[in-house]
């Protein structure tokens, strides 16, 4: 069910320009899936899926770039694009994003894979890392740091 639910979402973000995931939900929900939101978001953050500003101003749902390298390169400057700011408290990283592009950017963080992030939640415009300690949280926010300015 999961790999038919992937490939759906995939179809769908591919014909529309999906901009909440409370869109998603519904056109899911319309093709005879029945989702949570919990569940898409799950699903958005294991597809990698980001969210990009069209022309118009607004935001939609798509795919990383299919080679990685190009992938990393997009989602590096939809992660730049996306941070206002970034800070740490402790062992945590804060970091405050334009409205709507938080999911986005944690994903990039997940993506990262690095062993001194115990986890990341994210909301719709501001994420929270729990880094190893003190001096992992000052690294962590340190990369964020130099990827921003990439």
Do not use: W
């Not at 179809?11 to 320009?17: A, S, T």
């Not at 939640?121 to 962590?140: L, N, Y």
């Amino acid at each position: 069910m999961k790999v038919k639910r992937h490939n759906k979402i995939l179809e769908i973000i591919d014909k529309y320009n999906v901009e909440t995931q409370e869109e998603l939900i519904e056109k899911l929900r319309l093709a005879g899936f029945n989702v949570t939101q919990a569940t898409v978001s799950r699903d958005i953050r294991e597809l990698g899926l980001l969210k990009v500003m069209m022309s118009t101003g607004s935001y939609k749902y798509t795919r990383p770039d299919s080679d990685s390298h190009g992938g990393q390169a997009l989602f590096s400057r939809t992660f730049s694009g996306a941070v206002k700011s970034v800070n740490t408290s402790l062992n945590d990283v804060v970091i405050k994003t334009y409205p709507g592009m938080a999911n986005a950017v944690a994903a990039f963080i997940d993506s990262l894979h690095d062993d001194d992030i115990l986890g990341c939640v994210a909301g719709d415009d501001c994420i929270i890392i729990v880094a190893r300690g003190v001096e992992s949280a000052s690294a962590i926010s340190g990369k964020i740091k130099d990827i921003i300015s990439y």
